[in-house]
């Protein structure tokens, strides 16, 4: 990677538990998208996931300035929310058979 690549954290950055450490390697070339800030892991992809399907890249900030905390933003509007891949055959009888199991394991 070149020196002066810019690094995007995808994770929280709320805590210094990936921050710290990067942020000592990458220093002010280590960015995360701004939106992130106050979201969960789930509320995250979401944001991620409607950003891919649409096209568009998400505003990024450096880590080492942003305000790390902050209020929890408005929920994803639902009618938005990325459909998931139709299951093929194989896996929709799979997914039965794995259902079975647990209820079967689940009798006394």
Same mark, same amino acid.
């Given at each position: 990677?070149?020196?002066?690549?810019?690094?995007?954290?995808?994770?929280?950055?709320? #805590?210094?538990?990936?921050?710290?450490?990067?942020?000592?390697?990458?220093? =002010?070339?280590?960015?995360?998208?701004?939106?992130?800030?106050?979201?969960?892991?789930?509320? %995250?992809?979401?944001?991620?996931? $409607?950003?891919?399907?649409?096209?568009? =890249?998400?505003?990024? &900030?450096?880590?080492?300035?942003?305000? $790390?905390?902050?209020? *929890?933003? &408005?929920?994803?509007?639902?009618?938005? $929310?990325?459909?998931?891949?139709?299951?093929?055959? #194989?896996? %929709?009888?799979?997914? $039965?058979?794995? %259902?079975?199991?647990? *209820?079967?394991?689940?009798?006394?």
């Amino acid at each position: 990677m070149p020196s002066d690549a810019a690094v995007v954290l995808l994770g929280s950055i709320a #805590t210094d538990k990936y921050c710290g450490v990067l942020l000592e390697i990458f220093g =002010e070339r280590l960015l995360f998208p701004s939106a992130f800030v106050g979201r969960g892991d789930m509320s %995250r992809g979401g944001l991620l996931l $409607r950003a891919a399907r649409d096209g568009r =890249e998400l505003d990024y &900030a450096p880590v080492a300035t942003a305000v $790390r905390h902050g209020p *929890r933003p &408005a929920k994803l509007d639902p009618s938005t $929310r990325v459909p998931a891949e139709p299951e093929s055959p #194989t896996e %929709r009888q799979l997914s $039965r058979t794995l %259902r079975t199991t647990r *209820r079967i394991s689940d009798m006394p």
